[in-house]
């Protein structure tokens, strides 16, 4: 089993900046692709950003040039740099790996993981 835990959530005003952190933790082989997602109040889940082997990155419109995320130095952690937000970036905002693991057999297989969320709220 991998668990995903996140942190860095919070209330900022907006302008402000946050940094949110996930952390994977279990059975990892290794990782292929991580990456934020989020769901607004009353709609639903949507990608954020994502990170695949090679750092290669993709945003959704919605945060371009505003969110960054990347890798930790850390094993198996990733960041979410958001900046300039608003109050229409509050969200729940999930952490998802995509990771190689291990069967109680031992044979390795491809997974998905979620995080439990953080709470981003952006007001004055």
């Known amino acids: 089993q991998v668990q995903l835990v996140e942190s860095g959530g919070g209330l900022v005003q907006p302008g402000g900046s946050l940094r949110l952190s996930c952390a994977a933790s279990?059975?990892?082989?290794?990782?292929?692709?991580m990456g934020w997602y989020r769901q607004l109040p009353g709609a639903e889940r949507e990608s954020v950003a994502r990170?695949?082997?090679?750092?290669?990155?993709d945003y959704a419109d919605s945060v371009k040039g505003r969110f960054t995320i990347s890798r930790g130095n850390a094993k198996n952690t990733v960041y979410l740099q958001m900046s300039s937000l608003q109050p229409e970036d509050t969200a729940v905002y999930y952490c998802?790996?995509?990771?190689?693991?291990?069967?109680?057999?031992?044979?390795?297989?491809?997974?998905?993981?979620w995080g439990q969320g953080t709470q981003v709220t952006v007001s004055s």
């Open positions: 998802n790996a995509n990771v190689k693991t291990r069967s109680l057999v031992g044979r390795n297989y491809d997974a998905n993981y």
């Open positions: 279990g059975s990892i082989f290794s990782i292929n692709a």
């Open positions: 990170i695949s082997s090679g750092s290669r990155t």
